[in-house]
């Protein structure tokens, strides 16, 4: 089967996504320029978090902990923007910029901490992740106390509500992502040796590369991207918490099990993650106008994800 073959599937998956919630949302409801115009405010969230799970599998690992990175991220962005505020709304550029810092910060605190696990005590990212993603879950819930932090600068709204030349503020960004996201896989030497990680890890250690500094490198570069977009979902929000985005996990490994990323590592297609995350974004505004329940939707996640698996699989076996 040639590389293409996942990525057509991906377009054709997309073209029937939107002819079918079309049809069955009515097109005078999802063909707006308003039902549009949310997507593109919801969907660098997903996109984002997305990139982060596909940098992970590149390397033949995975991250769950990414959204419990991003929701720590943003408790500890928003605290810090509070506290220095001082319940002032209309606080200046000093209190974003801190309370950005510090979002990053932990973020990259969190990384390091994946990364050295796995690449140093080399226990299986799937453990690590997973016992991180209540650990820091739980940090979280301790440092709020399960309430939502609010009061934030008011002019910190911008970054997740503002426009920019008629296009939202987050998508300029997840576009900025992407670019970079594109260059690091494709074009430097990061993004080959961890594509040579995730094809063949003992070759890898064989041939000297630097297997240890690549996944911690790549924990550290997930988790970062999971802070910024935890502090785009606060400031969208306008408050943090410490389960925000819990259906974000699920979505974000559909999004790159349908994009053709390979779990077992070794290939990764930010074109083709961009477009899977489109196409959900489009099923998610379709299932809201047809007002399914959460639960249904997370039943559908879960059908679509099982769903693709079995096709990819059956046709690599077939080519």
């Known amino acids: 089967m040639t590389r293409t073959g996942p990525f057509v599937r991906l377009v054709a998956f997309t073209v029937a996504v939107f002819v079918v919630m079309t049809l069955l949302a009515g097109s005078d409801r999802f063909l707006t320029t308003a039902n549009f115009q949310s997507i593109a405010f919801q969907l660098p969230e997903l996109a984002l978090l997305s990139f982060a799970m596909m940098l992970s599998m590149l390397t033949g690992g995975i991250d769950l902990s990414i959204v419990s990175i991003a929701n720590l991220s943003s408790i500890v962005a928003a605290m810090t923007m ?9 606080a200046g550029a000093s209190a974003i910029a801190a309370g950005i810092g510090a979002g990053l910060c932990t973020g990259l605190a969190c990384g390091a901490v994946n990364g050295c696990l796995v690449a140093f005590v080399r226990v299986p990212s799937i453990l690590v992740t997973l016992g991180t993603l209540q650990l820091f879950t739980g940090l979280a819930l301790v440092l709020t106390g399960g309430q939502a932090i609010v009061g934030l600068p008011d002019a910190f709204q911008w970054l997740g509500n503002g426009t920019f030349l008629a296009i939202p503020v987050p998508l300029w960004l997840c576009l900025g992502a992407a670019t970079v996201m594109a260059m690091l896989v494709n074009r430097t030497v990061f993004g080959v040796e961890a ?32 802070s910024v977009t935890g502090i785009l979902m606060v400031s969208r929000a306008n408050s943090a918490k410490a389960d925000y985005g819990s259906s974000y996990l699920l979505q974000s490994i559909l999004v790159v099990v349908l994009a053709g990323v390979n779990p077992a590592g070794g290939s990764a297609r930010v074109l083709g993650v961009g477009i899977a995350v489109f196409a959900l974004e489009l099923l998610s505004s379709g299932f809201g106008m047809m007002r399914l329940t959460s639960f249904a939707t997370e039943l559908a996640w879960g059908a679509f994800l099982l769903l693709v698996m079995v096709i990819n699989s059956v046709l690599e076996r077939r080519g």
């Open 82 to 90: 509070v506290r220095i505020a001082h319940g002032d709304a209309g």
């Open 195 to 226: 594509r040579l990680v995730g094809t063949n890890p003992i070759a890898a250690w064989f041939a000297a590369l630097p297997v240890r500094s690549v996944l911690v490198r790549t924990y550290v570069t997930t988790a970062l991207i999971a």
